[in-house]
């Protein structure tokens, strides 16, 4: 028997019905009429009436219902695909001249779905993945070894030296042999790919979101693109996040340009951006949601296509948003360009647990209180009493929090949306939120979730400027 309340039940079986990944994790679904218990996102069908909830795997299992094959709800990992394309990479790495059916025979998957996910999930057919891994490939062994040209192109898989030097040559702009007299010419070729999303997504919020929160010497945000600096694989990289105006059938896509980065870094990357900009969600469904409430539906038709604006690392999320307590966005942006001063870091990354957590933080000009939070913090992540993971549940995020002095509901409720991207976060402390509330208390209803952190982004993007104001004075009488 389910142990959740009505509103709860309700809230989980919109999620359901959603298809939403972000809740996997969260709970588990049971289907009476068929004895299989699956995933919030699963692709499989029920009726609400024969759906059952738990709270995890285990206790679906103690009430007799066995994991659904389709979603694998006992699967640590949530997205098989991403264990198709990671195996694809190494395949392609090991087998360099094999045939994309081999790759697919090999993968246990049709043809047809390998090319899908490969589309789907970056943007490019398995053919130019291939051809991109294998350039990378022959590159480094022109520059890390005496192997003659002809190897070089044999070992990553090409079928001839003149396509090899054709492929080489449109590429990298120069021939494998001019390459390797001079290294210093190792061109830095820019690999792109792109992200497809559901329309409508309203961009200018998203830079206006990432500029408001932009790190200091690791991300810059311009009026069409979002910048971020990362350290890969042992070297510093860039990625460049851009809209595609071209939009098809509803769905459109953010190209992303990099430098830095191989082939095999690009689904983790692609992974963590769709997480960034929120690119699985329906905005139709959550729209249609939340367009049930009078008061916002008028403000879902002028702002159509919000996003949940995560950031990059969950803690340097938690770190900004503890040194941004109490103070304007441009203050807390300056005590964290101070904190990064400071503490100093390796290129391209953001200060570490450990290195903040023995930090004076002399430097940083806030509260001792609040210097003496962040170095907890440092210290319970290094210890792994914080899960820095992805993957943990907004609720166990919370409980984690607020065992630390210093943090409340507000601060918590907040890192769960912008590190987590939590979509049933709702900030009530929040001055906006909380003036808001005061005046539409039929806000504080469950039928707003499992989204009610879109709407407190919409009461944000709505009421920010009417409660934010300081009153004018009266002007003085004549």
């Avoid at 309340?5 to 990944?21: G, H, N, S």
């Avoid at 983790?268 to 249609?288: G, H, K, S, V």
């Avoid at 290129?347 to 450990?354: D, W």
């Amino acid at each position: 028997m389910s142990i959740y309340l009505e509103d709860e039940q309700l809230r989980m079986l919109r999620a359901v019905a959603a298809k939403d990944a972000r809740f996997d994790g969260q709970f588990v679904y049971a289907v009476r009429t068929t004895g299989i218990f699956c995933r919030p996102s699963c692709s499989a069908q029920a009726l609400p009436v024969n759906i059952e909830f738990f709270e995890s795997p285990p206790a679906a299992e103690a009430a007799g219902f066995r994991a659904c094959r389709r979603c694998r709800p006992l699967s640590t990992i949530a997205e098989p695909s991403a264990q198709i394309l990671r195996r694809l990479l190494r395949l392609i790495e090991e087998q360099a001249d094999a045939s994309l059916e081999v790759l697919a025979e090999d993968l246990g998957v049709s043809l047809r779905h390998l090319r899908r996910i490969v589309q789907d999930e970056l943007g490019m057919s398995p053919q130019q993945l291939a051809s991109e891994q294998r350039l990378q490939f022959a590159k480094s062994l022109l520059l890390d070894t005496e192997l003659p040209v002809t190897e070089v192109a044999l070992a990553a898989g090409f079928g001839s030296l003149r396509r090899f030097h054709e492929v080489f040559k449109q590429k990298y702009g120069v021939a494998p042999s001019v390459l390797r007299r001079d290294p210093e010419l190792n061109p830095k070729v820019p690999l792109h790919f792109t992200l497809a999303y559901k329309a409508p997504l309203d961009w200018n919020y998203i830079l206006k979101a990432q500029r408001l929160h932009a790190t200091y010497g690791l991300e810059e945000v311009d009026n069409e693109s979002y910048t971020r600096l990362l350290h890969v694989s042992g070297q510093s990289a860039k990625i460049r996040v851009s809209l595609e105006q071209e939009i098809e059938r509803g769905i459109g896509r953010l190209r992303v340009d990099t430098e830095g980065l191989r082939v095999h870094d690009l689904y983790p990357i692609a992974r963590r951006l769709r997480r960034m900009f929120d690119l699985d969600a329906d905005p139709q469904i959550i729209a249609a949601h939340l367009g049930e409430n009078a008061l916002l539906a008028p403000v879902i038709v002028r702002h159509p296509g919000v996003r949940l604006v995560r950031g990059w690392d969950i803690f340097e999320v938690a770190v900004a948003t503890i040194l941004g307590q109490f103070v304007s966005m441009s203050h807390a942006r300056m005590l964290m360009r101070q904190l990064i001063e400071d503490v100093g870091a390796a290129p391209a990354s953001f200060p570490t647990p450990l290195a903040l957590s023995e930090a004076k933080l002399e430097g940083v000009r806030t509260t001792r209180s609040r210097k003496e939070t962040l170095r907890e913090l440092s210290r319970r992540a290094v210890s792994g009493e914080f899960s820095l993971s992805e993957v943990q549940s907004p609720a166990f995020l919370r409980r984690q929090l607020l065992a630390i002095k210093g943090i409340g509901p507000w601060t918590a409720e907040y890192i769960a949306l912008r590190a987590l991207g939590d979509p049933d976060a709702f900030p009530e402390k929040d001055l906006v939120i909380g003036r808001v509330l005061e005046k539409h208390p039929e806000l504080r209803t469950p039928k707003l979730s499992p989204w009610r952190s879109y709407a407190t982004l919409l009461l944000w993007k709505e009421f920010s400027d009417v409660f934010t104001k300081k009153p004018q004075k009266p002007a003085p009488a004549l």
